[in-house]
Nanobody, 123 residues
């Protein structure tokens, strides 16, 4: 079965950086698009970033463009989200997801989600 395990969350100050990781198993990771989503308290889950199976195509929400970078290492079956210049409004539970295409992931149309990792940014 597909399993996605996020790590790397924590409590940081505004302006700091964090790198989230998503370890995948139970699927052909190298043929799956991967994405990151987040959900803040009282808000709906929102798309953050996605990367194609090859890593050559990336997509970002406007709110994180220029600050976050999504990447992947297919040999390690792991995806990453490098988050720089963090802001208090980035505080949320961050989830990784996989799917056949980035087009599906951008809309959240997938059944495969991790359990989430908390990111808290203090001002």
């Amino acid at each position: 079965q597909v399993q996605l395990v996020e790590s790397g969350g924590g409590l940081v100050q505004a302006g700091d950086s964090l790198r989230l990781s998503c370890a995948a198993s139970g699927l052909t990771f190298s043929r799956s698009a991967m994405g990151w989503f987040r959900q803040a308290p009282g808000k709906e889950r929102e798309f953050v970033a996605a990367v194609s199976w090859s890593g050559t195509s990336t997509y970002y929400a406007d709110s994180v463009k220029g600050r976050f970078t999504i990447s992947r290492d297919n040999a390690k079956k792991t995806g990453y989200l490098q988050m720089n210049s963090l802001k208090p409004e980035d505080t949320a539970v961050y989830y990784c997801a996989v799917g056949p295409t980035t087009r599906e992931l951008v809309t959240g149309s997938t059944d495969y989600w991790g359990q989430g990792t908390q990111v808290t940014v203090s001002s």
